[in-house]
């Protein structure tokens, strides 16, 4: 009896395994799943521990072995997803920005967008210029000590919080100016609230760079944001097109496009190369699924998307969940109770040491700052020390998704705008999808005048050649002509398989029509036609006596041999 106790509860423990899901205020839920279970359940268990009900704008993401992000995919098993062994990791994080994050119904709801936008401030996803850096740092300030206090909070109190990639003490006593005159009263809701209204006046607001090349080669970043998508190069938005204006998106291998009709029906492609397959398949699913969340009217409307124009080639993805308006009408019918909320306070953070009271990043010596600064956006060079300045210019889906005030100045510029000027400069620590090992080391260096690397560029000493430079080009180039010739031969491949594959098809039903003796009606009906008389009597039946001959001439060869 007890052997098969023992047994059964091995058993068990075989079937479950272990997974350890990080929230946004780096406490962690840890929970035994079945083998089987999907991602569905690991989140309501998650929504159920948050007592979260507005959860559509959220999402589990998870690293696989090749660094490589990933969204947890709710309609599929956990297991199959995951390609490292339990016990599992993730993170809870925003999914999808809501377009007005303080119209959310529920304060719980706000209060994890505010801190995924305090996140993307701190990791340099989120850029602003100073007096915007100021006064959100400021409202993180109220919203996690309260009011100024001269007895708790001694000069220069501010320095103790990294709000950013950088600080400035310039920076710093602007903050502690703002949180001691001008945010006095305010309770941490009003607090957060009031920084989720300033946030989502950015434009960068909602962005999650997914680092990439042009055709050119030259860095860029590719986002999907709650107006449509951004290609943000240099210092500038090169591009923004609105979720209505996008017809397609497609991608093969490294390569990403994106097919849009803009005004006066002008069609346009957009090409971009991802660092890695799994990067480019990512970037394009999270397209997918964006442009369905805050495009489309209904939740019926979605539709399997394919990569590829031909069936026999590309994946094929779809999105599972609700879009943005049924999001918005179902979070007017929430009627309960607010839930407790409790906020992390000066609890201390893994990756957002705002409030771990550890040293600035500023105390350490400028010149040795522009040595190891590390910047998520590679790509926008001109950024260092650069402030935002311009707001978005286009419409989203629908005006209803978009505060009055961004509406009225989105519709008068076009694709191209600078973002930024010469006073403020975010960046990131964390790459969003992963590099070639040479480019972690390369991102290490910075020019002695401050300007950060390409994450492609090639490392050299400062003793480098322009020969070296010469001969990685060429190296470059011989490995993007070798990887089209490799497509377009596996291309050829696939569609001769397919076209053999017909012909065999096609051939057993001609065999079958002519010399089975199956008495089926739509076969019978074929027969009974003029045309497959003259068809079987002027070729088939000459063709198959020519084809007899041949056979016995060959065995009569082999016979007499």
């Given at each position: 009896?007890l052997?098969?106790?023992?047994?059964?509860?091995?058993?068990?423990?075989e079937r479950?395994?272990?997974c350890?899901?990080?929230?946004?205020d780096?406490?962690e839920?840890?929970?035994s799943?079945?083998?089987?279970?999907?991602g569905?359940?690991l989140?309501d268990?998650i929504?159920h521990?948050?007592?979260?009900?507005?959860?559509d704008?959220?999402?589990?993401?998870?690293?696989?072995?090749?660094?490589?992000?990933?969204?947890l995919?709710?309609t599929k098993?956990i297991?199959k997803?995951?390609?490292?062994?339990p016990?599992?990791?993730?993170?809870?994080?925003?999914?999808?920005?809501?377009p007005d994050p303080?119209?959310?119904k529920?304060?719980?709801?706000?209060?994890?967008?505010?801190?995924?936008i305090k996140?993307?401030l701190?990791?340099?996803?989120?850029?602003?210029k100073?007096?915007?850096?100021?006064?959100?740092a400021?409202y993180?300030?109220?919203?996690?000590i309260?009011?100024?206090d001269?007895g708790?909070?001694?000069?220069?109190?501010s320095?103790k919080?990294?709000?950013?990639?950088k600080?400035?003490?310039?920076?710093e006593?602007?903050?502690?100016?703002?949180?001691k005159t001008?945010?006095?009263?305010q309770t941490?809701?009003?607090?957060e609230l009031k920084?989720l209204?300033k946030?989502?006046?950015?434009e960068t607001?909602?962005?999650?760079?997914?680092p990439c090349?042009?055709?050119?080669?030259?860095?860029?970043?590719l986002?999907?944001?709650?107006?449509g998508?951004?290609v943000l190069q240099?210092?500038?938005?090169?591009?923004?097109?609105?979720?209505n204006?996008?017809t397609k998106l497609?991608?093969?291998g490294?390569?990403f496009?994106?097919?849009?009709?803009?005004?006066?029906d002008?069609?346009?492609?957009l090409?971009?190369?991802a660092?890695?397959p799994e990067?480019?398949?990512?970037?394009?699913?999270?397209g997918?699924?964006?442009q369905?969340?805050?495009?489309?009217?209904?939740s019926?409307q979605?539709?399997?998307v394919s990569s590829?124009n031909?069936?026999?080639?590309?994946?094929?993805?779809?999105?599972?969940?609700?879009?943005?308006?049924?999001?918005?009408?179902q979070?007017a019918?929430?009627?309960r109770?607010?839930?407790?909320?409790?906020?992390a306070?000066?609890?201390p953070?893994?990756s957002?040491?705002s409030?771990?009271?550890?040293?600035?990043?500023?105390?350490?010596p400028?010149?040795?700052?522009r040595?190891?600064h590390i910047?998520i956006?590679e790509?926008?060079?001109s950024?260092?020390?650069?402030?935002?300045s311009?707001?978005?210019r286009?419409?989203?889906?629908?005006d209803?998704?978009?505060?009055?005030s961004?509406?009225?100045a989105?519709?008068?510029?076009?694709?191209?705008?600078?973002?930024?000027s010469?006073?403020?400069?975010?960046?990131?620590?964390?790459?969003?999808?992963?590099?070639?090992e040479?480019?972690l080391?390369?991102a290490v260096?910075?020019q002695?005048n401050?300007?950060p690397?390409?994450?492609e560029?090639?490392?050299?000493?400062e003793a480098?050649?322009?020969a070296?430079?010469?001969q990685?080009?060429?190296?470059?180039?011989a490995?993007s002509?070798t990887e089209?010739?490799?497509?377009f031969?596996?291309?050829v491949?696939?569609?001769?398989l397919?076209t053999?594959?017909l012909?065999f098809?096609l051939?057993?039903?001609?065999?079958?029509?002519?010399?089975s003796d199956?008495d089926?009606?739509f076969?019978?009906?074929i027969?009974?036609t003029?045309e497959?008389?003259?068809f079987?009597?002027?070729?088939f039946c000459?063709l198959r006596?020519?084809?007899?001959c041949k056979?016995r001439w060959?065995?009569?060869l082999?016979?007499n041999k």
């Amino acid at each position: 009896m007890l052997s098969r106790l023992m047994s059964g509860s091995v058993r068990n423990l075989e079937r479950e395994y272990m997974c350890t899901v990080r929230l946004l205020d780096d406490t962690e839920y840890t929970c035994s799943i079945q083998r089987d279970a999907k991602g569905q359940y690991l989140f309501d268990l998650i929504c159920h521990h948050l007592n979260l009900l507005e959860k559509d704008y959220f999402g589990i993401r998870y690293v696989d072995p090749d660094k490589q992000r990933h969204w947890l995919e709710f309609t599929k098993s956990i297991s199959k997803q995951m390609k490292s062994q339990p016990p599992f990791i993730m993170c809870l994080r925003v999914k999808f920005y809501p377009p007005d994050p303080a119209a959310l119904k529920e304060e719980i709801t706000r209060y994890l967008v505010f801190l995924q936008i305090k996140r993307d401030l701190y990791h340099g996803r989120l850029l602003c210029k100073t007096s915007d850096a100021a006064m959100l740092a400021a409202y993180i300030l109220q919203a996690e000590i309260g009011d100024y206090d001269p007895g708790k909070h001694p000069e220069g109190y501010s320095s103790k919080f990294q709000f950013f990639p950088k600080h400035s003490e310039k920076l710093e006593r602007r903050i502690a100016d703002i949180h001691k005159t001008e945010l006095i009263g305010q309770t941490p809701e009003t607090a957060e609230l009031k920084f989720l209204q300033k946030a989502q006046m950015l434009e960068t607001y909602g962005v999650d760079p997914h680092p990439c090349k042009d055709v050119s080669g030259n860095p860029a970043f590719l986002a999907f944001t709650p107006f449509g998508f951004v290609v943000l190069q240099g210092n500038k938005r090169v591009h923004f097109l609105k979720w209505n204006e996008v017809t397609k998106l497609k991608f093969e291998g490294k390569t990403f496009h994106i097919y849009a009709n803009q005004k006066e029906d002008k069609k346009i492609i957009l090409t971009y190369f991802a660092p890695t397959p799994e990067a480019c398949k990512h970037l394009w699913k999270c397209g997918v699924e964006n442009q369905a969340f805050y495009k489309l009217e209904k939740s019926s409307q979605v539709r399997t998307v394919s990569s590829s124009n031909l069936f026999f080639k590309g994946s094929r993805f779809r999105y599972s969940g609700r879009v943005a308006k049924e999001v918005m009408e179902q979070s007017a019918k929430i009627k309960r109770e607010p839930p407790e909320i409790h906020r992390a306070g000066l609890v201390p953070s893994r990756s957002c040491p705002s409030i771990t009271h550890g040293p600035r990043l500023s105390s350490v010596p400028r010149t040795r700052r522009r040595a190891v600064h590390i910047s998520i956006m590679e790509g926008l060079e001109s950024l260092r020390d650069s402030a935002h300045s311009t707001p978005v210019r286009s419409m989203s889906y629908g005006d209803s998704f978009i505060p009055r005030s961004r509406s009225q100045a989105m519709d008068s510029g076009d694709g191209t705008a600078v973002i930024s000027s010469e006073t403020y400069s975010p960046s990131d620590s964390v790459l969003p999808t992963p590099v070639a090992e040479h480019s972690l080391e390369m991102a290490v260096s910075r020019q002695i005048n401050g300007a950060p690397c390409s994450i492609e560029e090639e490392k050299e000493s400062e003793a480098g050649t322009v020969a070296g430079r010469v001969q990685s080009a060429g190296g470059e180039a011989a490995l993007s002509e070798t990887e089209q010739v490799n497509k377009f031969v596996l291309s050829v491949l696939r569609l001769l398989l397919v076209t053999i594959g017909l012909l065999f098809v096609l051939l057993l039903l001609l065999i079958i029509l002519t010399e089975s003796d199956l008495d089926i009606a739509f076969l019978r009906d074929i027969r009974q036609t003029p045309e497959f008389e003259q068809f079987h009597y002027e070729y088939f039946c000459p063709l198959r006596r020519w084809f007899a001959c041949k056979l016995r001439w060959v065995g009569g060869l082999l016979i007499n041999k």
